[in-house]
């Protein structure tokens, strides 16, 4: 006689789904409440939901309140947990993760959801924010969306961001979000050879990002421009352009005196001597000049 035979079947998952969402911020039945942001919104949830989605909310909400009398007590606190630093439409949407296992997002929270990802340890949430960031990416938004992958270690979206910056320099440039790089993710970028702006206009930027980056440091224009300008190829600009840019370099010392001078040398000897050889190579967006031929590392 034949044994038992068993199997797995799975119902109607979209429907169980849209019943898992109507208990995201219900109030109803719910054992554990947050107040969330600035704005004190109170975001009411179901404690065996969080711990057994999320490892972070484990930890939160098995924590004895401090101060507590009996700190052997079994029983969990209810909250209020307030949390000051996220904003609730980002802290809803993770909630919504981990009750529907799918997420509602927009281009004005979705780096922050990513950051909250990270921080709850939500792998599968973080990788639906990187897909809906790089399926959306804008001239905008591209910088501060490659501070985020690089500060979070997303390797994928630092190659997607930059190659967006690639194809459209010179508008994003202009953006807020490039004079809000950090000195090491500004470097990252002026090291790629594919660039579509010219070195003079590139310069210029890198000018205006170290004045705004000076003032909000609170550090001299030098300083905090010390990695980046290691990266601009000044060689490749021609006598006249040196000669301006020494007079503007007067005023906010931005350049080492040695960089422009290794520039002058590799005009006077028609070659990149004592210059790193990616200094001496034109990017894409790089205009002509006459000198660049005798910059080219096998030219005689």
């Not at 429907?15 to 409440?33: E, I, W, Y």
């Not at 690089?150 to 910056?165: E, K, P, R």
Request: neutral net charge.
């Amino acid at each position: 006689m034949a044994g038992p035979c068993s199997a797995r079947l799975q119902g109607d998952v979209a429907a169980f789904t849209a019943a898992l969402r109507t208990l995201v911020n219900n109030p109803q039945f719910s054992d554990v409440m947050f107040v969330v942001g600035q704005e004190q919104q109170k975001v009411f949830a179901h404690r065996c939901v969080l711990v057994c989605r999320c490892q972070a909310f484990r930890g939160m909400l098995s924590q004895v309140p401090v101060g507590s009398q009996d700190s052997s007590s079994s029983v969990p606190p209810q909250g209020p947990f307030v949390l000051g630093n996220v904003q609730p439409e980002v802290f809803l949407a993770v909630i919504e993760f981990l009750y529907t296992n799918s997420v509602t997002l927009n281009s004005h929270i979705a780096l922050e959801v990513l950051t909250s990802s990270v921080e709850y340890g939500l792998q599968d949430l973080c990788k639906l924010c990187v897909k809906f960031i790089k399926d959306t990416l804008s001239v905008e938004q591209v910088c501060e969306a490659l501070q985020a992958a690089v500060t979070y270690g997303q390797v994928d979206l630092q190659q997607h961001c930059l190659a967006f910056i690639e194809g459209c320099t010179t508008a994003v440039v202009r953006t807020q979000g490039f004079r809000e790089l950090s000195d090491v993710v500004l470097a990252r970028v002026l090291r790629s050879d594919r660039l579509t702006v010219d070195e003079l206009d590139l310069v210029q930027a890198v000018r205006e990002w170290a004045h705004v980056s000076s003032a909000v440091l609170e550090r001299p224009v030098p300083e905090v421009a010390a990695l980046p300008v290691r990266e601009l190829r000044l060689p490749l600009l021609a006598p006249s352009e040196l000669v301006t840019l020494e007079s503007y370099n007067q005023q906010d010392l931005l350049i080492p005196v040695e960089n422009i001078a290794a520039a002058w040398r590799a005009h006077a000897l028609r070659k990149g001597s004592g210059v790193p050889s990616r200094l001496c190579r034109p990017r894409r967006g790089t205009r002509p000049r006459d000198h660049h031929r005798h910059l080219e590392p096998h030219a005689k």
